[in-house]
């Protein structure tokens, strides 16, 4: 059972402690509700900088926040880890895991997941980059490979080991090649000294014309070049189809081996069951209205990248991002907190991406940059939307050393061992 | 394969890159040797803050460090991942799972483990503490338990969940039940408000008539006394034998239901294949001459708690501490680089222990002293043998965050996710 006590306050059970969900469990929870947060893990996940976790830049611990903690003082907040079942929007009940809870309102915030439209192949044989633990199974693998490639002398053998492979020139995929290219250049000749660095070879393989899609064509353009110059093989115009025998397929028929996928293609939302498939679009989004309402559920919202806000202006929704997470959760907040129905509207600061030391790309509402400035603003937005003045101490300190070291000493192979007791 | 280049080299093979193999490693790379050194891991572990992590005071990274970091300027060094199957000390050979390799000398360094005595049971059942993955599952399984405490009415079942049994009154066990209680006294409040902090209870039991029977008695009293004021059950002269349904059951016939059991109660030496029976004593410990050469093995040495050197006043070898592991290390560098046979001399500085925040117990070679001031020492003794600048401060930062704020955010649960491809 979920064991929560009786209120005399308004009960809102929130899925998911996203940016979306956390954002608005942080507002409500000053007001007159009784706050029921659910999510799988206990903290909350700054998923940005997941990949610099797995390239062993940063530990999980200064990206992630535990939940019990952000809420210490909020005796109306209560959290559980918990899986939802079903949901009967007749009688306001979900059931999860452990066990019924009533409740009056229900948001849910459960995020994006890594989609590979239905192939399960590419999905069984390739790494996601959507969450802390695939994060740090990439970290591992990564490490564990160039550790193998140290003990064969066969170059084949050799190549699959070291050779990696991004797909989605989106910003997870450049960000991730150019953290990957820096490691090469800087990390390999002093920690793998007789590993031949030639030899490594970091591909990106996007299916459009462009990189950063979402972007502008002068940011698409800098990025490729950065990523250039920094030895990656950026391919474009390429459609990754199949996974076979430690090879890479393309759809033209190219092959290049590797045992390292990192699949950053596309994400669909996190439904939950209970929902039915026609509240749902196609990639598993949840439609909304413009006060975040799910289609034929009342008192059932969602927010975050789980929703789909379509309108004439847009007809595939919101870009799947932190800042409309984030405004979103703030957004049904007030119109929870002062019982009314605002329309959302979403503010687009901009969006920006990095391509290791010193360069980033920004598209900002009044201009565009590239270079050392727009990487600086980068460092300044990701460390100041960072939960917990620790995790920005911490951060901060890491980011500075790396800096000045070119050299992090987070490269180790942890894997917590399995007892049987624990799940 | 090893993959070990020709060298003109002699060839020491080390097995292990604890205090022992690794301090031995540093000293002799200076040297005209080539350096070969196996670990199960690519980092080398502070054994003496696992509790800390367990604990989730600190977090793993802060106390190991990348063995390739270490060797990173030696070209000498080869480093590789590989578990010792075999040793044919005839023909100087050692397999591996990843092959075989010949050597001049072959040092094993491998260190000590939980001892059950043979009892399946308690292994199957209880938690180690001697290595960083136990230590990381103990600390998710701690926190797993409180989740689960929270969504349940029946008393006894949250007994199981909150309730933590420590066996074995030596060092760990009375730094983890002090630390336990600390967590009880300071997290439990402001993280788990919804759970009577009362109902938590946390037991040291130890089959001996004292604590710390490897120190003065004085020292022994005051742990005692310090974890008693704590609120730990500390009972003597107990036996843990069974558990069963839930249930520590002792060999006096009492009965304790908790779910976590710390099995402290003993090590034994981790010897490798090859290392003949006679060769060892019963606690799997391998018995070496005054150079810590291995009995009726010419050229294979072992060093650190894997060793036993028997003499008139030490029937039992040396302790197995941090202590005796480093000095054997640097004594065989000795030996081996000016090709000379010198017997080894421990030089004891004393040991100690810390409760808790502010109170610790110290046995010096001149003196002995227990509470604020021995906590000073312990702080300033663990944080100058931390391997690396990173590592010490960051461990010195989070010992001052947590002093000053009572709390850590440590507190998550994080588990890499199985990829098929990942061992």
């Not at 209205?289 to 289609?295: A, C, F, H, M, T």
């Not at 360069?359 to 990487?375: P, R």
Request: hydrophobic share 40%; glycine share 8%.
């Amino acid at each position: 059972m979920l064991n929560i006590p009786d209120s005399k306050y308004p009960r809102i059970v929130i899925v998911g402690a996203g940016f979306a969900g956390l954002n608005l469990a942080k507002k409500i929870c000053r007001k007159d509700f009784q706050v029921v947060l659910l999510d799988k893990n206990n903290y909350h996940q700054f998923q940005p900088l997941f990949y610099q976790v797995a390239m062993a830049g940063l530990e999980p611990s200064s990206i992630i926040f535990p939940l019990r903690k952000i809420f210490q003082h909020k005796k109306n907040v209560h959290i559980r880890i918990a899986d939802v079942q079903d949901i009967d929007h007749q009688n306001r009940r979900i059931d999860t895991d452990h066990g019924e809870i009533y409740y009056d309102k229900l948001v849910i915030a459960t995020g994006a997941s890594t989609n590979y439209f239905g192939n399960k192949i590419l999905e069984e044989n390739t790494y996601g980059l959507k969450s802390l633990n695939q994060s740090l199974s990439l970290r591992n693998a990564i490490l564990t490979d160039l550790e193998q490639a140290l003990m064969t002398q066969d170059y084949d053998e050799r190549q699959g080991f070291i050779d990696i492979v991004i797909v989605g020139g989106g910003p997870t995929g450049v960000e991730l090649a150019g953290a990957l290219a820096e490691m090469k250049k800087y990390i390999l000749p002093k920690d793998y000294g007789e590993l031949d660095r030639r030899e490594v070879d970091i591909y990106l393989v996007q299916s459009g014309e462009r990189l950063l899609p979402g972007m502008s064509e002068k940011a698409g353009k800098a990025a490729e070049e950065f990523l250039k110059k920094l030895g990656v093989h950026v391919l474009l115009g390429k459609r990754v189809s199949d996974y076979k025998d430690g090879f890479v397929i393309t759809k033209d028929g190219d092959k290049i081996r590797a045992n390292k996928v990192i699949w950053a293609a596309g994400v669909k939302g996190n439904t939950i069951p209970g929902v039915p498939e026609s509240s749902c679009l196609r990639n598993s989004r949840i439609r909304v209205d413009e006060y975040n309402e799910v289609l034929n559920m009342p008192n059932v919202y969602a927010i975050g990248d789980v929703a789909c806000m379509q309108s004439e202006e847009l007809p595939y929704g919101h870009p799947q991002v932190a800042q409309v997470a984030i405004q979103q959760g703030s957004h049904l907040a007030k119109n929870l907190i002062k019982n009314t129905r605002k329309p959302f509207k979403y503010k687009d600061y901009g969006s920006m991406a990095t391509i290791g030391r010193n360069k980033a790309v920004a598209d900002l509402k009044s201009f565009k940059m590239q270079g050392f400035f727009a990487w600086v603003l980068w460092l300044f937005v990701h460390l100041r939307s960072l939960i917990g003045f620790r995790n920005k101490v911490v951060v901060l300190f890491n980011w500075m050393w790396n800096y000045i070291t070119y050299d992090q000493s987070l490269r180790v192979i942890i894997k917590p061992e399995k007892k049987s007791k624990v799940s």
